[in-house]
């Protein structure tokens, strides 16, 4: 991808000028004055690099090196063997304060009494934390009521894919967060060292502007999580369930629409799929986040392409022919547990469904193995994979904190930024050894089932300095070879070095466009409707936010 000749900050400062982005430009952004909250409704260009203010990176050694070295973020190094843990923070600063930080949590919350908090937080110092858990499955659009009526508590954790529903999000950092900037900026490795030993590029990730138009109002906002990249997602088969029906694992959507005809039977409660949304647009091309994909000279949009029509297609025919869930419309069941139960076949979940599928047959929980399909593609396409480096999150905190509770809650992020390889990260990711998880024969720490109930939430408290795959050896090989595997059909991100926070129209138009996509593949409507459907996305937003998407493009591709 061709970037700018000259590829520093003032070299895309000046084109977000040129281009007429921010305040006063194609983003229509108002001018506003610094001491008042800023609105808007028009969406907004943000840089992600560049800046002098950041927290000055110095590299924190790792105490144990990893058995399979990669090229993170997009290939995870990973430990075959637990390592002997080192201490990351020998003398961690005492604190006395207490807050309460709002936190997305999928299942039964743990209960905030355990022992395990209490250790962590005797560990970290003696800060209190206590963790506010929202239901995750609804948790991007709830948020919005708690950022905009201020009721968060001292902090929340927001994961980057939840920003799409927030309209403005940018008014919203702004206005609600604290401004991290004048504690951060710097050489902050004396009292954080772990924190300065995170990328700069996630902490350029971490800036939003009041103005981004103007360079000097471009601020650092959030403590953000893990840089990662890679697959994030996968389409997940049960490979026993095929060898005893003597199939093989397909490796294009043709076979693996042929798999799914042969293995399901409505009539016998047997299906191939549950979720077929977010994960199957690459096998047809299609682009991940805000959908634009550069053709032919211009930004098209995935709904004006054919590969969309023929993405819905293929969803109507597994409707038609009984091969998806009959609940699938509703969603009311869980899909993890379908899939583990031998219900359906294949299963669209996020890389970790792989440890947690193996672990729970580790523990005798369930039977069975599985596996991501490798880069598969419709129609003899070169396969896409949709996963660009990203930071996972981060932790925002209230701008009604005085400096010194931020710098507090600084000290325990420095300590959850301790990686793999640390006794801070064996606390932290497993508890407390006898009573959260047990050492098996192999050295490798094992949850119990208090274990799993209790551990986590603490990782929206700060990323770390380096992502690993770890837990079984063969699991590891296994993740470490599927990354390596995949590298060369990984997504090319269009605006790489920048963000673009789409117009209300167009988040609002894009959710209609999801919606009717429903009807569609559900029956409920007729492919025949798909042309109404684009015009009605393009009338009511997304027309309009061709122009600015499309400045944001040239901005970082030079043209």
């Not at 022992?115 to 937080?121: E, G, H, M």
């Not at 009521?145 to 919203?172: C, K, V, Y």
């Not at 949009?301 to 009984?322: A, G, I, S």
């Not at 609940?327 to 996020?350: N, R, V």
Request: net charge negative.
């Amino acid at each position: 991808m061709a970037t700018p000749s000259n590829g520093s900050i003032f070299r895309r400062r000046s084109l977000l000028k040129a281009a007429g982005l921010g305040a006063a430009g194609a983003a229509g952004l108002p001018l506003i004055a610094a001491c008042s909250d800023i609105q808007s409704s028009e969406g907004s260009t943000q840089v992600t690099e560049g800046f002098d203010f950041l927290p000055q990176y110095k590299e924190w050694p790792l105490p144990v090196e990893p058995d399979l070295v990669g090229e993170p973020p997009n290939h995870r190094s990973g430990f075959t063997a637990y390592p002997e843990p080192a201490q990351a923070i020998p003398e961690p600063p005492a604190n006395a304060g207490a807050y309460r930080i709002t936190v997305p949590t999928w299942g039964t919350p743990p209960p905030s009494d355990d022992s395990y908090f209490a250790a962590v937080q005797e560990a970290w110092g003696g800060t209190v934390i206590e963790l506010a858990h929202a239901d995750g499955n609804t948790y991007a659009e709830t948020s919005n009521q708690w950022l905009q009526a201020g009721e968060f508590g001292d902090g929340i954790h927001m994961f980057s894919w939840m920003l799409g529903a927030h309209p403005n999000f940018r008014e919203t950092v702004v206005n609600r967060f604290y401004d991290l900037t004048d504690i951060l900026t710097g050489d902050i490795s004396e009292r954080w060292p772990l924190l300065a030993g995170r990328a700069t590029e996630a902490w350029g990730k971490s800036v939003w502007s009041s103005d981004p138009e103007d360079p000097e109002s471009a601020r650092l906002y959030g403590i953000p999580g893990s840089l990662a990249g890679g697959p994030q997602n996968g389409m997940y088969v049960r490979t026993d369930l095929l060898e005893a029906a003597d199939l093989a694992v397909p490796t294009t959507v043709d076979e693996v629409l042929e798999v799914a005809r042969t293995w399901s039977d409505d009539a016998a409660g047997r299906w191939a799929f549950y979720g077929l949304d977010y994960l199957t647009p690459q096998w047809f091309g299609l682009a991940s986040g805000n959908g634009w994909a550069w053709i032919d000279g211009k930004l098209v949009h995935n709904c004006e392409r054919p590969e969309y029509t023929e993405w819905l297609e293929f969803r109507r025919t597994v409707w038609d022919e009984k091969l998806i869930h009959p609940d699938a419309p509703t969603a009311s069941l869980d899909p993890k547990e379908l899939h583990k139960a031998g219900t359906t076949l294949f299963h669209q979940d996020g890389m970790s469904y792989w440890g947690d599928f193996s672990g729970a047959v580790t523990r005798g929980e369930i039977e069975g193995a599985v596996v991501p399909l490798g880069p598969v593609a419709a129609g003899g396409r070169t396969p896409v994979v949709f996963g660009t480096a990203d930071v996972e999150g981060w932790l925002f905190l209230s701008k009604s904190l005085s400096a010194a509770q931020v710098e507090e809650i600084l000290d325990v992020a420095n300590f959850c930024a301790a990686p793999f390889g640390t006794i801070e990260n064996q606390l932290l990711d497993y508890g407390i050894e006898g009573e959260h998880f047990e050492f098996d024969a192999e050295g490798v720490p094992r949850t119990t089932d208090h274990g799993s109930a209790t551990i986590g939430g603490y990782y929206g408290i700060s990323g770390k300095v380096q992502l690993f795959h770890t837990g079984d050896p063969v699991l590891v090989q296994q993740r470490f070879d599927y990354d390596a595997s995949v590298l060369d059909y990984l997504e090319k991100d269009l605006f790489e070095g920048i963000r673009v926070e789409a117009p209300a129209d167009f988040i609002s138009a894009s959710q209609t466009l999801k919606d009717q996509e429903a009807d569609v593949v559900y029956g409920r409507s007729e492919i025949a409707d798909i042309p109404a459907m684009v015009e009605t996305f393009l009338t009511n937003g997304g027309e309009a936010a061709r122009a600015p998407f499309t400045d944001a493009y040239k901005i970082v591709n030079g043209e």
